[in-house]
């Protein structure tokens, strides 16, 4: 992106009045703060792909596969908290990116997703590469627009570019997520060389013009009922339960609004991996962490029991967990800045609309009574203490260390990416708190595996060196990402498990079915990392021991892609995991 002042309509942008649609698209998204486009090939597509690439305010990534695309765009939007958009011509090209477009819509991140299409002539009459694109994600997207066929009356324009703003505006505010903008074009699609302009440079210019902010996500304020806050706050003995949280106003912010209400309720922090806390544990004495573990011995459990639960986000991964509160009578209360239900148990509960910094600020300093929030501070350094003399120990390789390590040697700062399945599992198990401060992403809105390594790949790009930590099957399922390698400016090191199928499966009771379980449910891949790496120009590296682990996550390449292979026994992973939760 250079030329931040320049504008992009030269005589071939304004050539026919497809290219005139697909330039002032263009450059009203870049006024309105939109920064990437990620563009698939394709022909329907061309006046809004030549628009991107040759408006100098935007940078326009080109990405083979639609669904690779569509994750790497989330990814760089899960980052930035701004609106990336996408571009992609007819037809199934357009179903490919439902995956990332239902991430995007549960994860509350926002996304532009600009479809070509033909026009309503060639519709509904077996014409080439024509599907029904009409509303095709449904309710995953926020707002849908079937824009008009292009025209260069003033009139026309005027809608093109104020249905732009709303449609900027309903991705990112209130509750932030993908809009779909559908764009019909007849022929010619190709700009015209010598062509008349259909209409004068500055009169396009000023058809760009908008008179609004540009893209940032701005914070939903408050609604809380004075009531609730006083029953909230009339609890001595409750917890802050803290799930997948990518909060708007900054990781240290939002880590510094939960110490305060944890400070001010007296109450104890039970934190996921998936959010700033773990990260920051200096703000907040009473973060705990390893609840998984020691919330499984019953006469902990019930000596734990709150009568008051505030819910940051959704719930954490744990099952151990969610059990715990499902059996509670803890009376419940659901801190969201979405509108969105985030209680699986169905509590008796209060929705609380709104961040958790203004709640912070709104709630006064309660009796607290020390002894509790002590108690849950001592179960903590007891199962830290007990881990890490255990891991200590361990010079096997066992993918729950691998959780732990990262969390001591990454460098400040790292974006760290973790994939579904057992890889987010092991770093709730075992992801120490501390102050390294490095970002943590994750695709838990649907839960799927789909599109690890694209959105890794976004989370990436033009950001600092950054870190994807998953398995070899949800590594294996987006391998056709490494063809976007190419395109990333920036790094990423991939943490790759290598246990020859799907761990998680060996946790559950379909593992006992020797005859079908393998084949149908731990499906081991025959592929060899290091050959597939080098088919696509990646670096490799496999680590045999520890100590070449910690060398290679210490620290990071500024540039390109590499993968950190990890071997590790699946049924030996499942009986060392074991015996760490029992010794807690």
Known sequence: MTDQNSSSFDALARSNVNSVWGALTME???RLGVETVVVSPGSR????TIAAARNHK??????????SAGFFALGLAKRTRKPVALVCTSGSAVVNYHPAVLEASMSGTPLLVLTADRPAELRDCSSGQTIDQMKIFGDSVRAFYEMALPESSPALLAYLRQTLVHAVDRSLNGNAGPVHLNFPFRDPLLPEVNAVPVIEATAL?????????????????????????ERLASHRQGVIVVGAV?????????ADAVAMLSHKLGWPVLSDVLNPLRGHAGQNQSLICHYDAFLRNPATAEGC????????????TSKVLRAWLAGSEAVAFLLSD?????????????????????LAELLAHQSVDPDWIQSWVRLEHQAVATLDAKFEATDALFEGKVSWLLSQHLPVGTPTFIASSMSVRYAEFFWNAGSRACPIFCNRGANGIDGTLGTALGVAHRGSPAVLLSGDLAFLHDSNALLAAGELKGSLTVVLINNNGGGIFEH??????????????ATPQRVQIDQLCAAHGVAHQRVADWEGFIAAISSLPEQGVRVIEVPTDRKADVTTLRALIESV
């Not at 559950?508 to 449910?521: G, K, T």
């Open 28 to 30: 009203v998204l870049a």
């Open 45 to 48: 597509s061309t006046p809004l």
């Open 58 to 67: 935007l940078e326009a990534v080109s990405i083979l596969d639609e669904r």
């Open 205 to 229: 210019e000023a058809e760009a013009t908008v008179s609004t902010r540009p893209c940032e996500m701005v914070g939903c304020g408050a609604n809380f009922d004075t009531v609730a806050l």
């Open 246 to 254: 990518n909060p708007r106003d900054g990781d240290e912010s939002f």
């Open 305 to 316: 029991e709150p009568t008051a639960v505030l819910q940051i986000g959704p719930l954490p």
């Open 338 to 358: 979405r509108p969105i239900n985030t209680d699986p148990l169905h509590r008796v509960a209060t929705p609380l609309h709104g961040e958790a910094h203004v």
């Open 508 to 521: 559950l009771p379909v593992a006992a079915m020797d005859a079908d379980f393998e084949q149908y449910f």
